[in-house]
Structure formats: structure tokens, C-alpha cells
């Protein structure tokens, strides 16, 4: 069965860094999501993607962020200056047209330290 | 704006029992409701949808629109049902689709 996949499984990273944040969605799906969860907080949405742009974004969503499809197969996220606070399970969806489910992946443990 | 409320953070059944799962929401339109549920050390993946009215691994829901409800009940709890459930709103009116969690409940199933 097709799944989501998302690279890598864990990131640490330094506080100022940049990361990448790599997923590939089921794919003959056209709708592309990421979603994070705080650690004891509840799953968030940060943005949609749909025919190659930001469809919606949440306010947790700000200039640090952005998601490309860089290659018609990967969707990634970018955070350009990671801080303590971005440290959070990142999760990747995707989703068929007329079908409201969505598949997520495994998820990307990022910590900032 | 809407909000999706899972009051029990942590719910502990013996095997055999019935378990309820609450969830209630908030949303001035007519939402499309889901259980996704997370096994340890897997990826959240949907139970059930309150559009296709179906039972999967012997759970239901029933989305109740005058008590804003959408309660996950199972008659018999069995071991492999403990996971981490989360009730979620897609808001009808969003046509990108993006999902509205709750805070999620911890079941855990005892023999």
C-alpha cells in the first residue's frame, strides 16, 4: 500500500540553523500538508499546498517558513533560522482530489538545541 | 473559529469493557468529523469519518449535531486497541482541507 514518507526519522540541529524537512506524498495525491505537534500538545496545522503553492497557512506559519516542490515527487518544509521552540514532530500529509483523507507520514522529530 | 475538545487525556480499560472516547466541537457550520488513531511508534492513520457511517475494528461514532458530539465507542476493548485516538474537524467551507485536532486520549488496555 502507498505511504507517505518522510525523511529524516530525527534532527538535531543548532539554534540558528536552517533545516530541510523532506517528504514525499502518496503520489498520485495533489494536496500537500504539514502539521506539527509540540511535545503534550496537540497536532497543528502550518500549511496547505495545492497546484504548486501555498493554498492556506496557520499564524504559526511566519517568514521563517516555506515548502517548495521542488521536483514534482518531494515537498519539502524549510525553516530558515530554527529556534528552542521549533522543536516539535513534523508531520507530512497528502490527500487524492474529492477524497477528504488524508494520509500522513511518519513524522520528523526535529530538536533545537 | 473552530475547536475540536478531547476532555480525557487518559482513558484505562480492562480488556472485555466498553470504552467511549468523548470528543466535542465547536464550529458554526456543518463540519466533516474523523478519528485518526496512532499506534506506538506509527503514523497516524484515520479510523473512521462520520460521512461513511462505517464500523472499523468493532469502533462507531455517531456525530450528534444538536449536542455538537462525535463520540468513538467500542463494546469490548481488546489489547491491540490501546494507542493514542484523536478526534479531528475538517471545516466544510475550507475546500484546501486542512484538519483541526484535538488534543488526542490515551487509551490503554489492560487484560
Known amino acids: 500500500e502507498p505511504e507517505v514518507t518522510q525523511t529524516p526519522s530525527h534532527q538535531v540541529t543548532q539554534m540558528g540553523q536552517e533545516v530541510i524537512l523532506r517528504c514525499v506524498p502518496i503520489?498520485?495525491?495533489?494536496?500537500f500538508y504539514w502539521y506539527r505537534q509540540i511535545l503534550g500538545q496537540k497536532v497543528e496545522f502550518l500549511v496547505s499546498f495545492y497546484n504548486n503553492e501555498i493554498s492556506e497557512k496557520s499564524e504559526i506559519f511566519d517568514d521563517q517558513f516555506s515548502v517548495e516542490r521542488p521536483d514534482g515527487s518531494n515537498f519539502t518544509l524549510k525553516i530558515r533560522s530554527t529556534k528552542r521552540e521549533d522543536s516539535a514532530m513534523y508531520f507530512c500529509?497528502?490527500?487524492?482530489?474529492?477524497?477528504?483523507?488524508?494520509?500522513f507520514g511518519q513524522g520528523t522529530r526535529l530538536t533545537v538545541v | 473559529a473552530q475547536r475540536v475538545t478531547q476532555p480525557e487525556k487518559l482513558l484505562s480499560v480492562f480488556k472485555g469493557a466498553p470504552v467511549e472516547l468523548k470528543c466535542n466541537y465547536s464550529?458554526?457550520?456543518?463540519?466533516?468529523l474523523f478519528w485518526y488513531v496512532q499506534y506506538s511508534r506509527q503514523r497516524l492513520q484515520l479510523l473512521l469519518r462520520?460521512?461513511s457511517r462505517e464500523s472499523i475494528k468493532g469502533f462507531t461514532a455517531d456525530l450528534n449535531k444538536g449536542e455538537t458530539s462525535f463520540h468513538l465507542k467500542k463494546p469490548f476493548a481488546q489489547e491491540e486497541d490501546s494507542a493514542m485516538y484523536y478526534c479531528a474537524l475538517r471545516p466544510t467551507t475550507d475546500s484546501w482541507g486542512k484538519l483541526q485536532f484535538g488534543a488526542g486520549t490515551q487509551v490503554v488496555v489492560t487484560p
Open positions: 503520489s498520485n495525491h495533489l494536496y
Open positions: 462520520h460521512i
Open positions: 500529509a497528502s490527500r487524492s482530489e474529492g477524497n477528504t483523507e488524508a494520509f
Open positions: 464550529y458554526s457550520g456543518s463540519p466533516e
